[in-house]
Every structure is written in C-alpha cells, then in structure tokens.
T-cell receptor, first 115, second 112 residues
C-alpha cells in the first residue's frame, strides 16, 4: 500500500475483553514500531521489530500486552483483559532500515476505548 | 534517565511573527534529534532531523549541546503551520535506530 495501514481505526470494548490491533507497514520496510499515546501526551514507545524479530519490548507496560510480527510484515498488538487505563491512541510506524536517523512513517492510529 | 521536555503546551502567534518551539533533552551520550508534526486530521510525520541540517517549510532546528536544546524556529509563521509539534530524541543503540522518545508536544496556533 501507499502508507502504513492500521485497523481498526476505532475500537470500543468492554473491560476484561481481549483486543487485537493490526498494523500493515509499508512494503519492504524492515523495522516496525508500536507507540501508545494518551490524551495530552506524546507517543510512548511500546516495542519494535526488525523483520520478525522483536528487538525491544521494554515499553510494554505489563504482561497483558504482547506483539508479534511472524512473517516480518504485518504486526499485531494484543491486549488481554483490557482495563480502562488502556484507553489511548495506538500508533504503528515503520522505517525502511534499522539505522540511526531513519525516518519513521506513521499510520493513522487505532483509537481504543475501554468501557 | 533519558528525558525530553517541551515546556509549552500551547504557543499562539500571529501570522508573520517569528516562532520558536522549545525542546530540551536530558541524555547520556549524543542523541539523534528529530521534530515530528501532526497537522489536523493528518498522520504524525517527520518534519526535520538534526543530522540533515535541513530547512523544511521554513523551519530550522539547531542543536545546542551546551544547553542540551533543540529548539524549532521559523522567522515568519504561516497559518498552515498550525499543528502539534513533537520533539523526539532517538535512543542510540550503537548504530541502530532503537526507539524515539517523544516529548509531550506543543500545539502551535497561528492566527490571521
């Protein structure tokens, strides 16, 4: 596709449910990043992949959060047993290579609301 | 701990006035520095990066290592500059991109 695609755009779920957020990066991009952005805050790093390998998951807040990128392309961020504090915009980005100063291309984000 | 501070939540200027969006960072070593921007109803996107020494849409940013600052400047603001601006130092992973740490952002409002 022309850009990074995220789905769904909006997700409303009840507390305790599991959710899966999808990211389809720009074709050929090596690196894929997940960020979370709460209202009034900047994007907060969650995790990133090079190809299918998860390079850094230090930003995942707890073990309810997990991410995978099994074939080195599409990635899924899964939140189990959602809580109201998980409500935020979840942003995915990709970059062509994992080198310093590489430009990140962001998707439109998934707005998650946990009731 | 590595931190980035954007002290102004909102900056309001009139068209044609100079604008400076402040960014201070606290890092060990030398971070790579970026400014990202989000215009209304658009995606977050790269505005400029320190390494390129570039001027994008009339904006420049100078790294001041002594003051650990990377302020974004434009001599004459335009209405279309109204947006949310994020300063983002990059964690140095010995050559790899690692992750970016974003500031809380400054909302720039340019009035006619």
């Amino acid at each position: 596709g022309a850009g990074v695609s995220q789905s769904p755009r909006y997700k409303v779920t009840k507390r305790g449910q599991d959710v899966a957020l999808r990211c389809d990066p720009i074709s050929g991009h090596v690196s894929l990043y997940w960020y979370r952005q709460a209202l009034g805050q900047g994007p907060e790093f969650l995790t990133y992949f090079n190809y299918e390998a998860q390079q850094d998951k230090s930003g995942l807040p707890n073990d309810r959060f997990s991410a995978e990128r099994p074939e080195g392309s599409i990635s899924t961020l899964t939140i189990q047993r959602t809580e109201q504090r998980d409500s935020a915009m979840y942003r995915c980005a990709s970059s062509l290579a994992d080198i310093q100063n590489e430009k990140l291309f962001f998707g439109s984000g998934t707005q998650l609301s946990v009731l | 701990a590595q931190r980035v501070t954007q002290p102004e939540k909102l900056l309001s200027v009139f068209k044609g006035a100079p604008v400076e969006l402040k960014c201070n960072y606290s890092y060990s070593g030398s971070p790579e520095l970026f400014w990202y921007v989000q215009y209304s109803r658009q995606r977050l996107q790269l505005l400029l990066r320190h390494i390129s020494r570039e001027s994008i849409k009339g904006f420049t940013a100078d790294l001041n290592k002594g003051e650990t600052s990377f302020h974004l400047k434009k001599p004459f603001a335009q209405e279309e500059d109204s947006a949310m601006y994020y300063c983002a130092p990059g964690v140095n992973y010995g050559g790899s991109q690692g992750n970016l740490i974003f500031g809380k952002g400054t909302k720039l409002s340019v009035k006619p």
